[in-house]
């Protein structure tokens, strides 16, 4: 999971209380863990504690073996926010050469965005946390989908 500016700084006034980006993830990490999972349609996810919901939309992604991820990378100098969700949670400013060889071999998802200088490899699909605000009161009283049977069938 990335996070855009706006969701950083909710993070890290409402959870986390540290600017630290390890801390800030681990935060997060454990927000999501006693979360529920809503999909509200095929680009937005939302994940509620029924107090406080994270919005986040899904990026594009592409399904690549670590070689692949290296060639793509390999030439790029700068730091990037870079992050590894798999059975480690990886989240560190560095370049991104030094970053991958942390992570095992494998096929992962695999974004990244150079004008914002973020990468994502991880083993689920990447989100970009958009947001963190007070849940809604339909968030609130989400208890899961439920199959409820038509008016009139038995």
């Given at each position: 999971?990335?996070?855009?500016?706006?969701?950083?700084?909710?993070?890290?006034?409402?959870?986390?209380?540290?600017?630290?980006?390890?801390?800030?993830?681990?935060?997060?990490?454990?927000?999501?863990?006693?979360?529920?999972?809503?999909?509200?349609?095929?680009?937005?996810?939302?994940?509620?504690?029924?107090?406080?919901?994270?919005?986040?939309?899904k990026l594009e992604?592409?399904?690549?073996?670590?070689?692949?991820?290296?060639?793509?990378?390999?030439?790029?100098?700068?730091?990037?926010?870079?992050?590894?969700?798999?059975?480690?949670?990886?989240?560190?400013?560095?370049?991104?050469r030094k970053f991958?060889?942390?992570?095992?071999?494998?096929?992962?998802?695999?974004?990244?965005?150079?004008?914002?200088?973020?990468?994502?490899?991880?083993?689920?699909?990447?989100?970009?946390?958009?947001?963190?605000?007070?849940?809604?009161?339909?968030?609130r009283d989400y208890?899961?989908?439920?199959?409820?049977?038509?008016?009139?069938?038995?």
């Amino acid at each position: 999971m990335l996070l855009t500016n706006h969701a950083k700084e909710r993070i890290i006034k409402r959870l986390s209380k540290s600017r630290r980006y390890e801390k800030i993830y681990s935060t997060l990490l454990d927000f999501i863990k006693g979360a529920e999972k809503i999909e509200v349609n095929d680009k937005i996810v939302i994940f509620t504690d029924k107090r406080k919901s994270l919005v986040c939309s899904k990026l594009e992604w592409r399904k690549l073996p670590t070689e692949e991820i290296f060639e793509k990378v390999k030439d790029i100098e700068e730091t990037y926010e870079c992050v590894f969700w798999g059975d480690k949670k990886i989240a560190k400013k560095t370049t991104p050469r030094k970053f991958l060889k942390e992570i095992p071999d494998g096929t992962f998802y695999f974004y990244i965005n150079r004008e914002k200088r973020v990468i994502y490899v991880g083993e689920e699909e990447p989100l970009l946390a958009i947001t963190l605000r007070p849940a809604k009161r339909k968030e609130r009283d989400y208890v899961g989908i439920t199959n409820i049977s038509p008016k009139g069938s038995s």
